[in-house]
């Protein structure tokens, strides 16, 4: 029986960047197909309201590609710098790199990446991640980082993030991510709800329903900025201090919400303003349509039967 069960405490081997996350990417394909689909139908739509669905269409299927996307992104709280810091543990080797901390809904990402790349006689390109999704055990996940001897910075920061550690982060940021995850899905459910709503007779309710789904969008954002507000532990890195702020997700998530805001309101609005131009902007039926703009109605007659011929009243007389 050998050391360490046969396997060396640090990576013998090249380490290598995880790659793009499959649950985003998997999120980014149905909505992409979905777009696509539609796309191969929109000829055969007439006139000018082939314009309209595109438009209302991709904006709606943007508006839910967002809301479930951002829960696998890691990029709701993102801090990077430049450092020259101490590479592994019992060793004075120092290398030049740039430290990422990408926080998300479901855990945190930590980036190593050497610059130049190949320092020491290695590739030093890491990409770790640490979940505290349910049914997920941190502390578990940061002792195999320790048993694999994964480089300092990336343990340093992992370590900032445990239950046990004296900042904190671990109960902050789980929690902001578990409040911001269960109103971002309420935000999707109502995002569905409205799209139903909107093709009815009665477009006022879908209106309110994306008035709710922005309403829930925001109180995710929220949630997410009043308990991650709390200032982090200084993060020193070598001589150098990692410093975090809001990413694109936080950022496209507030947008989204706030052009949800906006639809609803517009479609409220339309509604006890001009509910005419309403259903006709919603293009709902061709008979809504021609009577909104005040045009007669439309009767088919059948050529191949004759109409029976009303009696000429004029030349009816009644003798009394």
């Not at 993060?235 to 150098?240: E, K, P, S, T, Y």
């Not at 990692?242 to 906006?262: D, E, H, N, S």
Request: positive net charge.
């Amino acid at each position: 029986m050998t050391l360490w069960n046969g396997v060396l405490p640090f990576y013998p081997q090249p380490r290598h960047a995880a790659g793009f996350s499959v649950s985003l990417l998997i999120v980014i394909l149905v909505f992409l197909a979905l777009a696509a689909s539609f796309l191969l139908i929109l000829p055969g739509i007439r006139g000018h309201s082939r314009w309209f669905w595109l438009v209302r269409v991709l904006l709606s299927l943007f508006i839910g590609a967002e809301i479930v996307a951002v829960h696998f992104s890691a990029e709701w709280f993102v801090g990077r710098v430049n450092t020259n810091t101490s590479y592994k543990a019992f060793s004075a080797a120092r290398v030049t790199a740039r430290v990422g901390l990408l926080v998300g809904l479901e855990g945190i990402n930590i980036t190593l990446t050497g610059t130049p790349v190949h320092q020491l006689n290695e590739t030093i390109d890491y990409n770790e991640q640490f979940t505290w999704r349910l049914r997920e055990n941190y502390a578990a996940e940061y002792a195999n980082a320790l048993e694999k001897g994964l480089p300092n910075p990336v343990l340093y920061l992992a370590e900032k993030f445990t239950p046990s550690s004296p900042c904190g982060l671990y109960h902050q940021y789980r929690l902001a991510g578990h409040y911001a995850s269960a109103t971002l899905w309420v935000a999707f459910c109502f995002w569905l709800l409205s799209n139903v709503l909107l093709s009815t007779p009665a477009p006022l309710y879908g209106g309110l329903a994306l008035l709710t789904t922005g309403a829930f969008a925001l109180f995710g954002i929220f949630a997410f900025a009043s308990i991650s507000s709390v200032p982090l532990c200084p993060l020193r890195l070598g001589a150098a201090v990692l410093t975090a702020q809001y990413g694109a997700a936080f950022w496209v998530t507030l947008a989204t919400g706030i052009l949800c805001l906006f639809l609803g309101g517009a479609v409220v609005s339309l509604h006890y303003v001009r509910p005419s131009a309403l259903r006709t902007l919603l293009d709902q039926s061709a008979e809504d349509c021609s009577q909104a703009k005040g045009g007669s109605p439309l009767i088919l007659g059948n050529p191949l039967h004759k109409q029976a011929a009303l009696p000429d009243l004029k030349f009816i007389t009644t003798n009394l």
